[in-house]
T-cell receptor, first 111, second 114 residues
């Protein structure tokens, strides 16, 4: 079963920051939060991941609450090409290396 | 650029006719995965290889098999495709056994069963 909960869809204006929330209230102490996105008819693309500290890379920022029960992915300046399904994923820390996928958020960037 | 390649992008087969999907990678990753993704759903892991060790998910039907002849190539065999097997099949790779290691996905093969 999925360990994350995300809103099914969101809109964001082009050029504005897109903030995508994710709840993972049952996350364990050694489980990482990963974000992937999937543009229509393409394979998923890694965005960012974190354990408990906030993370930033060239694509996005990840803000994880202190209790680790939720996180927010921030795309600072959304473009039309950021329209995609965004998956918040808990990475199970065992030998199976599984990604436990949630249902994802369909993010639509509007001009 | 190093990448994960899946061919063909679209595959049409007939009900009950065996079909093989292929995946290759230039990343030299030792873990390779096969996912099934149905319309408007998240990817579902079917199985993965850690080097030559095959790891099947408990709920993967016996109809699905896999082969990994070497580090670079991995195949998904569907012995008797049913209409319910029509889906996007995604191949992914990752580096050995690091918890934080990301998975790199190919573009997928969309399978249509007639």
């Amino acid at each position: 079963d999925a360990k994350t909960t995300q809103p099914p869809s969101m809109d964001c204006a082009e050029g504005r920051a897109a903030n995508l929330p994710c709840n993972h209230s049952t996350i364990s102490g050694n489980e990482y939060v990963y974000w992937y996105r999937q543009i229509h008819s393409q394979g998923p693309q890694y965005i960012i991941h974190g354990l408990k500290n906030n993370e930033t890379n060239e694509m996005a920022s990840l803000i994880i609450t202190e209790d680790r029960k939720s996180s927010t992915l921030i795309l600072p300046h959304a473009t039309l090409r950021d329209t995609a399904v965004y998956y918040c994923i808990v990475r199970v820390d065992d030998s199976n290396y599984q990604l436990i996928w949630g249902a994802g958020t369909k993010l639509i960037i509007k001009p | 650029d190093a990448m994960v390649i899946q061919n063909p992008r679209y595959q049409v087969t007939q009900f009950g006719k065996p079909v093989t999907l292929s995946c290759s990678q230039t990343l030299n990753h030792n873990v390779m995965y096969w996912y099934q993704q149905k319309s408007s759903q998240a990817p579902k892991l079917l199985f993965h290889y850690y080097d030559k060790d095959f790891n099947n998910e408990a709920d993967t039907p016996d109809n699905f098999q896999s082969r990994r002849p070497n580090t670079s190539f991995c195949f998904l065999d569907i012995r008797s495709p049913g209409l319910g097997d029509a889906a996007m099949y995604l191949c992914a790779t990752s580096r050995e056994g690091h918890t934080q290691e990301t998975q790199y996905f190919g573009p997928g093969t969309r399978l249509l069963v007639l």
